[in-house]
């Protein structure tokens, strides 16, 4: 990631940290494919704003969910020492490392039990 952004990318970036919803410890965004679109964002450049939350030092535990093009979300979570997310991503068939993982295509079911785990092991 460049520590250097041009103005278009800061203010796309401070709409897309605006939408960050906290409770407790977790704190997530959620992306719709119509956020997206008025962002002006490809889902990767919106995910690439994952590390920024991570800068807030209430969270121990943080996300952001993108729905796909065909309704499912794609979601990458980030954690602290201490706080393991790759096992709750590998139940759900993604993976990754202990602090920095990611999950694939889950349905909005899916994605609902996802984020509870994910706030429960950060408000544990």
């Not at 970036?13 to 494919?33: H, P, R």
């Not at 919106?46 to 796909?68: C, F, M, P, Q, Y």
């Not at 994605?111 to 509870?116: L, S």
């Amino acid at each position: 990631i460049s520590l250097h952004k041009d103005i278009d990318s800061f203010k796309k970036s401070s709409q897309i940290l605006s939408k960050l919803q906290v409770i407790g410890k977790f704190g997530y965004i959620i992306l719709k494919q119509k956020d997206l679109e008025e962002i002006g964002v490809t889902q990767m450049q919106a995910k690439n704003n994952i590390d920024e939350i991570g800068r807030i030092k209430d969270l121990l535990v943080w996300s952001i969910a993108i729905e796909t093009k065909d309704g499912t979300y794609d979601c990458s979570a980030r954690s602290k020492n201490g706080y393991t997310v790759n096992s709750i991503c590998a139940s759900y068939g993604g993976g990754g490392h202990v602090n920095a993982a990611a999950v694939k295509n889950l349905s909005e079911t899916d994605f609902k039990k996802f984020y509870k785990e994910l706030e429960d092991l950060a408000n544990a």
